[in-house]
């Protein structure tokens, strides 16, 4: 699992970390994630998503027993297509620092 180093990483400065996220609601994992800088998680970036349990190519992002987690929205500043996330429907765990 290696973290992806480019313009976005670099415009966010800082360190990397893999996070593992889960649905709130019912403990199912989501995806892993790679979170540039720091700062909170309010949205994915699908480019920095990996080993997916759910679908991302629909408007919304769901567990795989349907509970919301998350628009699709464009992150206007970079055109980067992402998931805004809705507080409190997802638990996050550091995976790697
Ligand atoms: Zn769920």
Known sequence: M???????KTARGGASKLLEL?????????CRYQKDGTGNLW???????SSPNVSLT????RC???????????YAKENRPAFRLISG???KKIIKN
Do not use: P
């Open 2 to 8: 290696k973290l992806k180093h480019d313009k976005f």
């Open 22 to 30: 889960s649905c709130q609601l019912c403990d199912t994992a989501i």
């Open 43 to 49: 949205r994915l970036y699908v480019d920095r998503i």
């Open 58 to 61: 629909g408007e919304d992002l």
């Open 64 to 74: 795989q027993n349907g509970h919301l987690l998350g628009v699709k929205t464009i």
């Open 89 to 91: 429907s997802y638990a």
